[in-house]
């Protein structure tokens, strides 16, 4: 099967490279031309036959927008564009409803596994119309890992995105139990090994997980973690999630947490925390640090 695929970096150079491994043709463009097999998406489009597929795997936004406007004048009916990006998942219905006129089909796709999905495999989610999943099966196929896991026909346009939203709400919930935990580790005064402590996790630990491998492997680099600074950006899966908690009402308490420890990372000296050092020392008369 043929495949477009628009975006080279981190994830879909190896996407990229997984999808060839398993027999199939790719013609990649990526603005960096070094790591692009064609100069444009009119080249990119002129190599595949028709009906084409074509995934875009670029920053969601503005980016992803404009590739898509300008695939929709270059394909043609019957042709399939794929988001692969983390766009919200509101953008898919109205994409899929101005695509629908022209005759080119639109499907939305969560990935999961960042650098090493081209060894292990991605974790997709879809959203779209099942005779269009069908007709990408074979790529969807090269990218999962073998057996039965790893793919999920979700739902209509924007399933496989809102998937995705949740799948990373979840991520921030269980890294920030995992770094929690490693404070309290290290904060301890009975515990004077705390890397072997987590790498003791994981095998037959009900906590064992990729995210737990991935700190075991960082303290393995770095002890101590004193390379590293404490601050953690976000990408907007995170609020997004918490968004949707809040509009089906649905409790999220961990999540919600996850997200505003995110922001508290940002702050070398929370002026909120400072407020409540001052209330504290104006009613009980508490010490405070100046």
């Known amino acids: 099967m043929q495949l477009g695929l628009i975006g080279l970096g981190r994830m879909g150079g190896n996407m990229r490279d997984r999808i060839r491994a398993a027999g199939h043709e790719v013609v990649g463009y990526d603005h960096h031309p070094e790591n692009s097999d064609v100069a444009n998406l009119a080249e990119l489009v002129s190599k595949l036959s028709a009906p084409r597929v074509v995934w875009t795997m670029v920053p969601a936004g503005k980016i ?4 898509i406007t300008e695939l929709a004048g270059l394909l043609e009916p019957g042709d399939i564009i794929v988001d692969g990006g983390n766009s919200k998942f509101t953008d898919d219905g109205p994409r899929a409803e101005r695509l629908k006129p022209k005759g080119i089909k639109y499907l939305d796709v969560g990935v999961s596994g960042g650098i090493w999905g081209k060894d292990n495999g991605y974790a997709l989610m879809v959203g779209g119309d099942a005779e269009d999943v069908a007709k990408v099966q074979p790529i ?10 790893g793919f999920a026909h979700a739902g209509t346009h924007g399933a496989g995105h ?29 515990v004077h090994n705390v890397p072997a402590v987590i790498k003791s996790w994981r ?6 997980s990729w995210l737990l491998d991935l700190l075991d492997r ?3 680099e770095d002890p101590t973690l004193s390379g590293l600074k404490g601050y953690v ?41 400072k407020a409540v050092a001052a209330l504290r020392q ?6 405070v640090k100046r």
């Open 140 to 149: 969807f196929d090269a990218l999962k890992p073998a057996g039965e896991f």
């Open 233 to 273: 950006d976000d990408t907007g899966e995170g609020r997004w999630t918490v968004d949707e908690a809040i509009r089906l009402a649905v409790p999220a308490h961990v999540l919600a947490a996850s997200i505003f420890n995110r922001f508290e990372s940002r702050q070398d000296d929370s002026p909120a925390m």
């Open 64 to 67: 992803t927008e404009d590739a």
């Open 162 to 190: 809102y998937a995705k939203m949740i799948h990373n709400g979840i991520e921030y919930g269980m890294m920030q139990a995992y770094g929690e935990g490693y404070e309290i580790l290290i904060a301890s005064e009975l």
């Open 218 to 220: 960082a303290l393995d």
């Open 203 to 208: 095998e037959g630990s009900v906590v064992k």
């Open 282 to 287: 104006q009613f009980g008369g508490h010490a």
